[in-house]
C-alpha cells in the first residue's frame, strides 16, 4: 500500500505563492491516479486538481483554474500542486491523496474514489 506524505505549506499574503509536495512509498506510484483535496475549518473536504497515472491528463475545480497546476513525477515518486495569485479563500489544510482505479479511468475527482491519504498541509492565506 502506498503512504502519503505532504510538505510545502505554510503563510503566505494574499496573491503570493506556494508549492506543495507529496511524496510517496510503499506502492507502484505510477499505477496510481492521484489528486489534491482540501478542507477548510468547518466545512467539507473538497476536490482541488487530480491527475491520472501517467500524468498525461488533469482537471481542475473551477475555484483554482488558471491559478494553480498539478504535476506528477512516477520517476521520483512525487506529486506537486503549484499554487499561484493565492486569496484567503484558499486557507485549509491540504491533502494528497491516491486512487487505485483502473488506468483507463483517467482522472478521479469523487473523494469516496481515493483510498490512500496523507496527513495534509495547512495553507493559510493573510489578506
Known amino acids: 500500500q502506498v503512504q502519503l506524505v505532504e510538505s510545502g505549506g505554510g503563510v503566505v499574503q494574499a496573491g503570493g505563492s506556494l508549492r506543495l509536495s507529496c511524496a510517496a512509498s510503499?506502492?507502484?506510484?505510477?499505477?496510481?491516479?492521484m489528486g489534491w483535496f482540501r478542507q477548510a475549518t468547518g466545512k467539507e473536504r473538497e476536490f482541488v486538481s487530480g491527475i491520472n497515472w501517467s500524468g498525461s491528463h488533469s482537471t481542475y475545480a473551477e475555484f483554482v483554474k488558471g491559478r494553480f497546476s498539478i504535476s506528477k513525477n512516477n520517476d521520483a515518486n512525487t506529486l506537486s500542486l503549484q499554487m499561484n495569485n493565492l486569496q484567503p479563500e484558499d486557507t485549509a489544510v491540504y491533502y494528497c491523496?491516491?486512487?487505485?482505479?483502473?488506468?483507463?479511468?483517467?482522472?478521479?475527482?469523487?473523494?469516496?474514489?481515493?483510498?490512500?491519504w496523507g496527513q495534509g498541509t495547512q495553507v493559510t492565506v493573510s489578506s
Open positions: 510503499g506502492g507502484t506510484f505510477s499505477t496510481y491516479a
Open positions: 491523496a491516491a486512487s487505485s482505479v483502473d488506468p483507463w479511468y483517467g482522472v478521479v475527482t469523487v473523494r469516496e474514489s481515493y483510498g490512500f
